[in-house]
Nanobody
Framework: QVQLVESGGGLVQPGGSLRLSCAAS????????MAWYRQGPGKQRELVAG???????TYADSVKGRFTISRDNAKNTVYLQMNSLRPEDTAVYYC???????????????WGQGTQVTVSS
C-alpha cells in the first residue's frame, strides 16, 4: 500500500509564498508522474502542475511563472513552491502519484488527503 502525506498549507496574504510537500511511503517498484491538483470552493478538481521521474514538467496556464514543481526521487517527495499567491489560488491542494507496485504490474494513481491553502488579507 502507498501513502501520500502532504504538508505546508496555511493562510497567506496576497502576494505571499507557500511551499507544499508530499512524501510517498510504502512498498512499490517505482513512482512515475507526481502532480499537484487543487479544488476551489464550488469548482472541479484541476491539475496545477506535474513532474515526471525524469523531471519533465507541466503547469496550468493560471500558475505559470508563479509556481514551481520539483521532486526528490531519493526521498520520494514532490514539492510545490507557490509565489505571488492570489485569492483565486485558494483551494484544497491534493498530491497525486502514479505508482507501479511491482515490476510486472501496471501503475495506478494514489491521492493524498489534501491540504488547505487560503490566500486572503
Amino acid at each position: 500500500q502507498v501513502q501520500l502525506v502532504e504538508s505546508g498549507g496555511g493562510l497567506v496574504q496576497p502576494g505571499g509564498s507557500l511551499r507544499l510537500s508530499c512524501a510517498a511511503s510504502g512498498s512499490f517498484f517505482s513512482i512515475n508522474v507526481m502532480a499537484w491538483y487543487r479544488q476551489g470552493p464550488g469548482k472541479q478538481r484541476e491539475l496545477v502542475a506535474g513532474i515526471t521521474s525524469g523531471a519533465g514538467t507541466t503547469y496550468a496556464d493560471s500558475v505559470k511563472g508563479r509556481f514551481t514543481i520539483s521532486r526528490d526521487n531519493a526521498k520520494n517527495t514532490v514539492y510545490l513552491q507557490m509565489n505571488s499567491l492570489r485569492p483565486e489560488d485558494t483551494a484544497v491542494y491534493y498530491c497525486n502519484a502514479h505508482v507501479t507496485p511491482t515490476w510486472y504490474s501496471t501503475g495506478r494513481d494514489y491521492w493524498g488527503q489534501g491540504t488547505q491553502v487560503t490566500v486572503s488579507s
